[in-house]
């Protein structure tokens, strides 16, 4: 593993390849966001709730969610500026920058005063070391929602050392090629998961949730090493 910058590696280039890219690499990827729509609807009973989008990216949450609650005011944090600026550029053409609002750093730099009534980290954890930074980041969000709201995470899990890790990275892999990604771009974006993500276990994904003060987990999606969860704060 190595020291990994988000903000260094999303820069302009991937900033503008992302959406494109990142429906080769995640299965299911657009089958996820309509997931997250749906339990969002059930789980978030206001009509006019706030949303926290932790790590937002180009801003496709934002853009699905924001279209699907048009009385919500949804807040996207990016760190990697070229991401945030594309995320802007998109609910600009969406015409949602009136209620959905890009801030270019962390979940720490939200006033400490508002609260959500959920929250989503969607691919992003597995980023963060665990040496006391994923709970971190799981406290930082849970401190700035409401008791009993909804947090929906996903992100790659595995047991490096363990059968599935091997096993379900060579299929990820040939997933991709079957999707079409030339063989030097997979091997690149391989070399990248093995040095820079920070592997954890599903079981250890509950002990941070629960850590943080999320109580009930229930996980609702999978596809090789990702999966995803939904938490609810106590």
């Known amino acids: 593993m190595t020291d990994f910058d988000t903000t260094q ?8 390849a992302y959406d494109r890219v ?7 990827y657009d089958v996820l966001h309509e997931m997250i729509k749906v339990l969002l609807k059930r789980y978030v009973l206001g009509t006019n709730s706030s949303l926290l989008s932790v790590g937002c990216g180009t801003g496709v949450e934002l853009m ?3 279209q699907e609650f048009p ?8 760190p990697a500026q070229a991401m945030a600026a594309v995320a802007q550029a998109n609910l600009e053409i969406q015409q949602l920058s009136d209620r959905c609002e890009i801030i270019n750093g962390y979940v720490e730099d939200l006033n400490s005063e508002v609260r959500f009534d959920a929250a989503t980290l969607i691919l992003v954890m597995h980023f963060v070391p665990d040496d006391g930074s994923k709970e971190a980041l799981l406290r930082s969000i849970a401190a700035r929602l409401n008791p009993g709201a909804p947090l929906i995470l996903a992100d790659l899990h595995a047991e490096v050392e363990g059968v599935r890790f091997k096993r379900f990275l060579d299929v990820w892999r040939d997933w991709q090629l079957h999707q079409g990604m030339p063989e030097h771009i997979v ?3 391989f070399e990248h998961v ?5 592997f954890i276990g599903e079981d250890r994904i509950m002990e941070l949730l629960h850590a943080a003060g999320f109580k009930t987990v229930e996980p609702f ?3 090789f090493l990702f999966g995803g969860w939904i938490a609810w704060k106590e």
């Open 221 to 223: 999606y999978g596809a």
């Open 64 to 66: 699905t969610l924001g």
């Open 9 to 16: 590696h999303f820069d302009d280039q991937k900033a503008e």
């Open 194 to 198: 093995v040095r820079d993500i920070q």
């Open 187 to 189: 091997d690149r974006g």
């Open 22 to 28: 990142i429906r080769q690499v995640v299965p299911g």
């Open 71 to 78: 009385n919500w005011s949804i807040t996207g944090v990016e």
